[in-house]
């Protein structure tokens, strides 16, 4: 079992930047993928970035390419989102993810949510 909470949401304006930060709980975190989605008002969740295990391999949404970088740390058990020109588009609220691949991630441990709402 692995739990999982996300921090960092807030109102940003516009053209700023947020980063968001998951940390786990319970295995060991090094051995799981991690990834981040999003779900805004009246939309399907979607994925906004996933990085592999040992970090060596990342995958972005086209919506945040070239915005936003993930990362992570094992010694922390954490994971990080960075979202830079941030658009009111972004407002969703985001959820981290784990599971043992990428590909999987929608079907692993979820955490509960940060909001991200994006002032025009």
């Known amino acids: 079992q692995v739990q999982l909470v996300e921090s960092g949401g807030g109102l940003v304006q516009a053209g700023g930047s947020l980063r968001l930060s998951c940390v786990a709980s319970?295995?060991?975190?090094?051995?799981?993928?991690m990834g981040w989605f999003r779900q805004a008002p009246g939309k399907v969740r979607e994925s906004v970035a996933a990085i592999s295990w040992g970090g060596g391999t990342t995958d972005y949404a086209d919506s945040v390419k070239g915005r936003g970088t993930i990362s992570r740390d094992n010694t922390k058990n954490t994971v990080y989102l960075q979202i830079d020109s941030l658009k009111p588009e972004d407002t969703a609220v985001y959820y981290c993810a784990a599971s043992s691949s990428i590909a999987t991630l929608r079907t692993g441990y979820w955490g509960q949510g940060t909001q991200v709402t994006v002032s025009s």
């Open positions: 319970g295995r060991t975190f090094s051995r799981y993928a």
